[in-house]
């Protein structure tokens, strides 16, 4: 059984840092692209904000995170992070991690007929 469970989330001040995990069971990281999305209050869809490739190890930032998101992956412990620095009110929300993804420089999302796999969630609300 595939899980993927996050952790790291809380509350923190606008300009402060926080850093996520996703730990994984069931399945290897370094195997699948693997990545984070967010859902926002009010937002009708969940934001791909960053994943990294398998295949050649791409790694994709959307435009509202590049700059102060940086994703990595630890294959001996079989986690992905997602250190988030400079945070902003507007980076509230739920982030979940997801695997078998659809990932390049320039993309990311979920495959149409993939694993299906993804976390639960932790919830980040970042004050002004």
């Known amino acids: 059984e595939v899980q993927l469970v996050e952790s790291g989330g809380g509350l923190v001040q606008a300009g402060g840092s926080l850093r996520l995990s996703c730990a994984a069971s069931?399945?290897?990281?370094?195997?699948?692209?693997i990545g984070w999305f967010r859902q926002a209050p009010g937002k009708e869809r969940d934001e791909g904000v960053s994943c990294i490739s398998s295949y050649d190890d791409s790694i994709y930032y959307s435009d509202s995170v590049k700059g102060r998101f940086t994703i990595s992956r630890d294959n001996a412990k079989n986690t992905l992070h997602l250190q988030m620095n400079s945070l902003k009110p507007e980076d509230t929300g739920v982030y979940y991690c997801?695997?078998?993804?659809?990932?390049?420089?320039?993309?990311?999302?979920?495959?149409?007929?993939?694993?299906?796999?993804r976390g639960k969630g932790t919830l980040v609300t970042v004050s002004s």
């Open positions: 997801a695997a078998d993804l659809l990932c390049t420089s320039d993309k990311m999302a979920l495959m149409i007929n993939g694993l299906g796999a």
């Open positions: 069931g399945l290897f990281v370094f195997d699948y692209a």
